[in-house]
């Protein structure tokens, strides 16, 4: 498993309470459709989500009741700025599946699903360091995916020189996956309350996922407060 290697990961500034980044970086990365082994990955997860969590039971799941605090934490009312992950795992639950868009996008929903936490993945050669990880300030915005401006006044964002371009509930098109992308950074929107153990064991997973069904070199490191 590669080792994490600050020196090529950017630097995220954390300004918001009640987080842990993990951020993964990973280079050489073709971006194609999802290959029938990737798909069946996918497959053989949400088919043990969908037997091990009734759907009625998913607000009350750890995971969930943690990010909602995160969220509140940051302000936010999480039943209404629903967090990435938590829209995820309800899609699944309701037997819709997933998007399917590329393998580093499907990859990227399959951690969130898998860990219950938003995640974020980003085309890295569209960055403009430094990154901040702080609330939108008033009159930010930027063109989310699905082509509608999203205002990120008091909301968690990621944020680079040009501005924001990410977050814990929708991302954009500035910085999104295309099939031209060849480095990618994903960020894992953990609770400060989550082990640190679980984070990085996701980090691991995704670096190995990067690497088998998208070519990829990663690294990975765990972003403290």
């Known amino acids: 498993m590669p080792e994490s290697s600050p020196s090529q990961i950017p630097s995220i500034t954390i300004e918001l309470p009640s987080v842990r980044l993990a951020a993964i970086s990973a280079k050489g990365v073709t971006v194609a459709p999802t290959s029938p082994a990737l798909e069946q990955?996918?497959?053989v997860l949400l088919g043990r989500l969908q037997r091990e969590i009734p759907l009625d039971q998913l607000?009350?799941?750890d995971s969930v009741q943690a990010v909602r605090a995160m969220f509140r934490a940051w302000g936010l009312d999480p039943t209404h700025s629903r967090p990435s992950g938590e829209?995820?795992?309800r899609r699944v639950l309701q037997g819709k599946g997933l998007y399917r868009v590329s393998n580093v996008v499907d990859l990227n929903n399959l951690g969130s699903c898998e860990?219950?936490?938003p995640w974020g993945s980003f085309d890295l050669g569209r960055l403009r360091p430094p990154i901040s990880f702080r609330h939108g300030r008033p009159g930010e915005s930027y063109l989310a995916i699905g082509k509608e401006m999203w205002p990120v006044d008091g909301k968690p964002a990621l944020c680079d020189a040009e501005g924001p371009f990410g977050s814990p509930i929708r991302d954009s098109q500035r910085?999104?996956?295309?099939?031209a992308t060849r480095s990618v950074l994903t960020v894992i929107f953990a609770p400060a309350s989550a082990a640190p153990d679980s984070i990085l064991c996701a980090a691991?997973?995704?670096t190995r996922r990067l690497a088998e069904f998208a070519g990829a070199a990663t690294q990975f490191s765990l972003i403290q407060p």
Request: glycine content about 10%; overall charge neutral; charged content about 10%.
């Open 87 to 89: 829209q995820l795992l």
């Open 41 to 43: 990955e996918i497959a």
């Open 175 to 179: 910085t999104m996956i295309t099939p």
């Open 115 to 117: 860990t219950g936490w």
């Open 204 to 206: 691991q997973s995704h």
């Open 59 to 61: 607000a009350g799941r």
